[in-house]
T-cell receptor, first 112, second 114 residues
Framework: GDSVTQMEGPVTLSEEAFLTINCTYTATGYPSLFWYVQYPGEGLQLLLKATKADDKGSNKGFEATYRKETTSFHLEKGSVQVSDSAVYFCALTPYNFNKFYFGSGTKLNVKP | EPEVTQTPSHQVTQMGQEVILRCVPISNHLYFYWYRQILGQKVEFLVSFYNNEISEKSEIFDDQFSVERPDGSNFTLKIRSTKLEDSAMYFC????????????FGPGTRLTVL
C-alpha cells in the first residue's frame, strides 16, 4: 500500500545552517506530495506541495522537488531561523485524493 | 483566513467512558476527515465523510467509533467505550471539493484515557 518514510529526528541546527529532511514514498499511480509543519500547540499547516513529477514546491524559503525516479520529496532550506523550530511532516495523497498518508514527523530545533 | 477548529483541546476520560470530539470544518467544504496520532507514531487516517456518509474507513475505525455531521457546521467523532490505547492526538480535516488535493487540518484534540 501507499506509505511515506521520513528521517527520524530530532534534528538540531544552528541558525543560518542548511536544512535537509529526507522523505521517500511508496505509491501506486501519481500521488500529490506535501510538507506540513506543526508549531508547538498548533495544528498541521501546509508548508508546500507538488502535484506531479519534477514540480518544485516552495514557501518561506523552503523547497522540495517531486522526484519520481527516486520516489523522494526531500525538504530543504538554505538558512534556517530559530522561528523554523517545529515538527515537519511529509505526506502524500493518492490520485483520488481520498486520504493522506503521513510520515512520522521530524522535529527541528534551531539554536541561536 | 478560514480555519478548521476543534474542541476541546484536551480531553481526559476514564477507560470505558464515551467521548465526543468536535470539529467545525471550513464553511462550504464538502469532504471531512479524522486522523489520529499516537505519541511518537505516524499520523494515521481514520475515516473520510462525504455527502452525509462514510466514504472510507481504516481498520482502526471499528465499531467503537462513529462520525456524524449533526448540523451544517459540526463534524463529530464519537468513541463509545474508550480504551487506554485510544489515547492520542485526534486531527480533523476538511477538503473543499473533489478536484482539490489539499486538506486543511485543525489544531487537534489530545485525548488521554486513564
Amino acid at each position: 500500500g501507499d506509505s511515506v518514510t521520513q528521517m527520524e529526528g530530532p534534528v538540531t541546527l544552528s541558525e543560518e545552517a542548511f536544512l535537509t529532511i529526507n522523505c521517500t514514498y511508496t505509491a501506486t499511480g501519481y500521488p500529490s506530495l506535501f510538507w506540513y509543519v506543526q508549531y508547538p500547540g498548533e495544528g498541521l499547516q501546509l508548508l508546500l506541495k507538488a502535484t506531479k513529477a519534477d514540480d518544485k514546491g516552495s514557501n518561506k524559503g523552503f523547497e522540495a522537488t517531486y522526484r519520481k525516479e527516486t520516489t523522494s520529496f526531500h525538504l530543504e532550506k538554505g538558512s534556517v531561523q530559530v522561528s523554523d523550530s517545529a515538527v515537519y511532516f511529509c505526506a502524500l495523497t493518492p490520485y483520488n485524493f481520498n486520504k493522506f498518508y503521513f510520515g512520522s514527523g521530524t522535529k527541528l530545533n534551531v539554536k541561536p | 483566513e478560514p480555519e478548521v477548529t476543534q474542541t476541546p483541546s484536551h480531553q481526559v476520560t476514564q477507560m470505558g467512558q464515551e467521548v465526543i470530539l468536535r470539529c467545525v470544518p471550513i464553511s462550504n467544504h464538502l469532504y471531512f476527515y479524522w486522523y489520529r496520532q499516537i505519541l511518537g507514531q505516524k499520523v494515521e487516517f481514520l475515516v473520510s465523510f462525504y455527502n452525509n456518509e462514510i466514504s472510507e474507513k481504516s481498520e482502526i475505525f471499528d465499531d467503537q467509533f462513529s462520525v456524524e455531521r449533526p448540523d451544517g457546521s459540526n463534524f463529530t467523532l464519537k468513541i463509545r467505550s474508550t480504551k487506554l490505547e485510544d489515547s492520542a492526538m485526534y486531527f480533523c480535516a476538511s477538503r473543499a471539493d473533489g478536484l482539490s488535493d489539499e486538506q486543511f487540518f485543525g489544531p487537534g484534540t489530545r485525548l488521554t484515557v486513564l
